[in-house]
């Protein structure tokens, strides 16, 4: 019986249930209550943040999918070849257990890469915790749930063979309980090997492939049509779990499949709200139907019931939509591979995705106004009373050589070697740059007519969360601007950016306001660097003990290098060599890693950009390093150019150098 | 000389060997499909890095039980050249082909970073061309590397001079602070009382070309091909 | 002096996904022992503890077990002290 | 259907490094409990069986503890088959 206190634990209003009788003509029944909870949450159908997202920059002349209209954008980078990739965030399942809740982050933005059609290339991935120092409950929480993040991504990327090449950590007390885990993937792929995941032509069979579906993720789920005893919540675990190996041969029976575009009509993974998700998105987006039976999908656990089959976020799962007749191939494929393959339905016109269960309907429901006419809301933003200015004091607390080291001791801003070295970083025998400088570089080979040729990418991966905090719209620049630093330190121009959003309850109008003005800074800085977003995600409710995290708008952006000569890395060669510092230094230290750990502030005001200056300063960079003229090329972000200069000193592989400056 | 990759279904570093065999060393490669049993007549059999059968109980327990590793013991019996990297390393332990065993690192984290290894030996297939007591820098990636043995195993081994490669620091002395995974007597590679197979866990494969840095691991690929030409020259 | 020897075996819980232990039986299969139905690998621990005061030894076990040696999300444990 | 069941404990030889041993030694003496003094960490393998002519399978289990449960060469197994 759909009870008021019922719907509510859906998630779902009291205005948004009748929307839904609206649009089935009657009431829904449990399994239908379900599948309109996960679809319309936040999670899926960013109901609180699309009319934000549409002010980014989509467009560009090397775009050939755009942000939305698939899993993943997919950019040209020239000789008939293109790249795909994706942020994507895991924050919640990792606060409830690290190691799993990254591994299953990992596991998922591949996924998204993969079913394009591109064979993944490397992963980054950004991670924020609080504090870590210090023998508090928090701190030792805070290491317990850093340790398990980074051995969960390490254990999924090592196991299936993909190369984690750069990223950031970051540590500040706002993330206390709430840990950021956002990781992005990029994959290779020819401009006619892109795969679309739409439900094309009527009758066409559609295929369930992958791991078997269990009760994973349900434990959030609101409901069990028995009722939820001590003994059956238990079998629901709370906790998805991630096989990398399954999903390793998942990639290269996929792949192979796709080789026979013949065969292949449509692809779609089964990321979060799984079997659902995927069957009415692909059945929207190609405006059909699509019909499928429960009984007909392989399932792991005894008795699980319509409304926990397809809300189970099972890992490594795909949905194939197959062209009739060639049902052989995808069989003797997956065979091969030794993967579940099993045709579970076929797509209809009549624009309905209808759900049996053995024979019997348990859900019948529009696809397209369930995938793409969730509510949108326009929620109220007001600004939050501003951060106090930081007053330098008058007698500096310590030594500038004291304060040089405990900078370069604090956790933000240490090496993180103890980090990536558990990444394996060079398998794929095409990481040219490893971590440890300011953009990752790798090297991507191509067949062209004259043989085997490299395109060389960098990637970077960046945010300030004190300078969000402070003033979110120059901070959203500011994290554009850094990551098309670090590709103009490293010899690359920018091709596009993905950004994973990661903020508050946007219930609470100051959290919408800041990610409102995030979202028209990187937009503007975005266009500015003509850096279009190719796609990303957003993560709201993230909420320390203290109230809303720093608005962390996570910026990655993808530039590509094209002459492996201008290759360059941030430390310094040899002795002799001139320094330069190219572009003006700021005056305050309003936001500065100096104010908060030194003087134990986190004020205002945050930096001005200017990002006329800005990209001059990228372009004189990229002319002297296409000239020869420059060794080693580094940014000057936290801790400033006292740091700066520290890191291209003390970064290099072998012998460290010194450096005089007036 | 042909070379034969094995590919298991978690195998990761197969396409990276077969990239340094093929289009670095000009050698004929295939890869060698873990449900088979034909060797294709490769002269050279190469079980590369990765995680083989996911790593299930301990790395290598499974894979030596795919049908082709059946062809692959008797090519060792029958002096055939085999050469194993990390994972590789691991599954001819596991399958009796080399001695000893491959334990959980001693930090208890993966490891990946570039590494100094001393040349103990050079009479081995994959070190004939390189200096005895030369220090190589070849990346080491694992999470089980740490070489162990009985004592009995371990003096075997020294009297034989089948310890091809130790971990040491980068003027060549081998301490503990230079071992990043504790094995016993910082023993980072070996080959067989006859010398044709060999399991090293740093990979060479990942250091044969200067465009990433170091090109150290060619020299375990010409000393195979060396290795080659001159027992085809004795046939 | 009086020895405790404590066996803790940690297992994932029932419906999490154990495919490590999908992947053994799977291998036991093709070493032609079909029969085998379900598998599960877990892990085992055994500590030799001085004392001999069962009791006071057996409810600190249960925190550690607890806190460091299992992880009550995804796992269970089952404790065994004998003197 | 009869079902059998077999438990099956794998710890490291006593002569082998047990780097996880050791770390769950120091992890528990932080937790102050020193009394601890030994810690060995394996491996725990829980298997049900179809059948019922435990012989049979008994014998078929010890040659698949050897073979490919444990590495008798850093390993020691103990099988405990019951009905």
């Known amino acids: 019986m759909i009870t008021p206190e019922l719907i509510a634990k859906h998630g779902i209003t009291p205005e948004e249930y009748e929307m839904i009788r609206g649009i089935l003509g009657r009431d829904p029944n449990i399994t239908e209550l379900g599948i309109f909870s996960v679809m319309w949450s936040e999670h899926c159908s960013y109901k609180n943040s699309r009319p934000e997202l549409k002010k980014f920059p989509t467009t560009g002349e090397g775009i050939l999918v755009k942000a939305g209209e698939e899993n993943a954008g997919v950019i040209d980078i020239g000789d008939g070849y293109a790249v795909a990739f994706k942020i994507e965030s895991h924050n919640h399942p990792s606060a409830v257990e690290p190691f799993q809740g990254a591994a299953t982050g990992v596991g998922g933005i591949i996924r998204d890469i993969f079913t394009m059609g591109a064979r993944p290339i490397f992963l980054l991935n950004s991670l924020r915790f609080g504090d870590i120092r210090g023998d508090s409950v928090q701190a030792r929480t805070n290491r317990r749930l850093f340790e398990g993040v980074v051995s969960g991504i390490a254990h999924y990327g090592n196991c299936i063979g993909i190369p984690t090449v750069g990223g950031e950590v970051y540590f500040d007390n706002s993330y206390n309980g709430n840990p950021l885990v956002n990781a992005l993937c990029l994959g290779v792929l020819r401009h006619d090997q892109i795969r679309r995941g739409h439900a094309t032509g009527a009758g066409n069979p559609v295929f369930y492939v992958g791991a078997k579906t269990g009760r994973d993720g349900l434990a959030g789920a609101a409901f069990a049509s028995r009722d939820l005893t001590e003994e059956s919540k238990n079998d629901r675990p709370a906790v998805q779990v991630g096989d990398p ?52 999908v392989p399932q792991r656990e005894k008795g699980m019931t319509p409304y926990e089959t397809m809300l189970s976020e099972s890992q490594e799962r795909m949905l194939i939509i197959v062209r009739k007749g060639r049902e052989q191939v995808v069989r003797d494929i997956f065979a091969k591979w030794d993967l579940d393959a099993a045709e579970i339905g076929m797509v209809t016109e009549d624009g309905i995705m209808r759900v049996r269960d053995h024979g019997e309907i348990v859900a019948e429901i529009p696809a397209k106004r369930l995938a793409d006419e969730a509510p949108i809301y326009f929620r109220e933003a007001s600004e939050p009373t501003p951060a106090p200015n930081f007053v330098l004091p008058q007698v500096p607390p310590v030594l500038a050589s004291e304060a040089l080291l405990r900078l370069l001791a604090a956790p933000s801003i240490a090496s993180k070697r103890w980090v990536y070295e558990q990444y394996d970083h060079m398998v794929r025998v095409g990481t040219v740059v490893v971590p440890g400088s300011d953009a990752a570089v790798t090297r991507i080979p191509i067949e062209t007519p004259e043989g085997l040729k490299y395109k060389h990418l960098a990637s970077s991966v960046d945010c300030n969360g004190h300078y969000c905090a402070l003033d979110p719209y120059v901070g959203g620049k500011i994290a554009v601007a850094e990551a098309a630093r670090n590709l103009a330190c490293s010899g690359a121009r920018p091709l596009g950016t993905t950004d994973n959003l990661n903020f508050g309850n946007p219930h609470k109008p100051e959290n919408f306001w800041q990610l409102r003005r995030a979202v028209e800074g990187v937009a503007e800085a975005c266009r500015h660097f003509n850096a279009p977003v190719t796609g990303g995600n957003v993560s709201l409710y993230n909420q320390s003990p203290a109230g809303a995290i720093d608005p962390t708008p996570t910026v990655a952006m993808v530039g590509i290098i094209d002459d492996p000569a201008h290759i360059t890395t941030q430390y310094f060669k040899g002795a002799g060599d001139e320094i330069w510092l190219v572009g003006a230094l700021g005056e305050g230290l309003g936001g500065s890693h100096y104010a908060a750990e030194i003087c134990g502030r986190k004020e205002g005001p945050c930096p001005v950009i200017d990002l006329a200056a800005e990209s001059a300063v990228h372009a004189v960079v990229l002319e002297a390093i296409r000239q020869g003229l420059v060794k080693s090329a580094h940014d000057c972000s936290e801790g400033g150019l006292a740091v700066a200069l520290a890191e291209c000193c003390i970064s290099g592989p072998s012998a460290t150098v010194g450096a005089t400056v007036e | 000389m042909k070379v034969g990759i094995l590919q298991f279904p978690g195998s990761n570093c197969d396409q990276d060997m077969f990239h340094v065999c093929s289009q670095v060393m000009g050698l004929q490669t295939t890869y060698l499909w873990h449900k088979n049993t034909s060797l294709e007549s490769a002269d050279l059999i190469i079980l590369p890095g990765g995680f083989s059968y996911g790593d299930y109980l301990r790395c290598g327990a499974i894979a030596r039980f795919s049908p082709i590793m059946r062809s692959v013991i008797d090519h060792a019996k029958d002096g055939g050249l085999v050469l194993g990297v990390c994972n590789g390393f691991q599954i001819l332990c596991e399958s009796g082909l080399l001695p000893g065993a491959l334990v959980r690192n001693q930090n208890l984290k993966f490891i990946c970073k570039p590494i100094s290894v001393k040349v103990c030996n050079t009479n081995s297939p994959a070190t004939l061309l390189a200096k005895t007591d030369s220090v190589l820098t070849i990346p080491i990636a694992h999470g089980e590397g740490n070489y162990q043995a009985d004592d009995s195993t371990l003096a075997d081994l020294e009297t034989g001079g089948q310890v091809v490669l130790r971990y040491c620091d980068a003027s060549g002395t081998t301490s503990s602070i230079s071992n990043p995974n504790g094995s016993r007597n910082n023993i980072a590679g070996i080959c067989s009382a006859m010398g044709n197979v060999v399991g090293m866990m740093p990979h060479p494969e990942r250091c044969s070309e200067s465009a990433l840095g170091c090109s150290d691991g060619l020299v375990v690929f010409e000393s195979y091909l060396e290795c080659f030409s001159k027992s085809a020259a004795l046939a | 002096n009086a020895l405790m020897k404590a066996r803790i075996t940690i297992t994932p819980k029932k419906s999490i996904l154990d495919p490590q232990g999908e992947a053994v039986k799977q291998a036991i299969h093709h070493l032609d022992m079909p029969c085998v139905q379900e598998v599960r690998v877990g892990k085992y621990i055994e500590l030799d503890i001085d004392g001999s005061d069962l009791a006071k030894t057996q409810e600190k076990l249960e925190t550690i077990c607890r806190d460091l040696l299992s992880n009550p999300v995804v796992e269970d444990y089952r404790l065994d002290l004998q003197a």
């Open chain 1, 245 to 296: 190996f399954m999903e390793k041969i998942l990639i290269e029976a996929c792949l192979e499949l796709f080789a026979h575009p013949d065969a292949v009509v449509g692809v779609q993974d089964m990321g979060a709200a799984g079997l659902t998700c995927s069957t009415c998105e692909t059945a929207s987006r190609a405006d059909m139907g699509i019909e499928i039976d429960l009984a007909k």
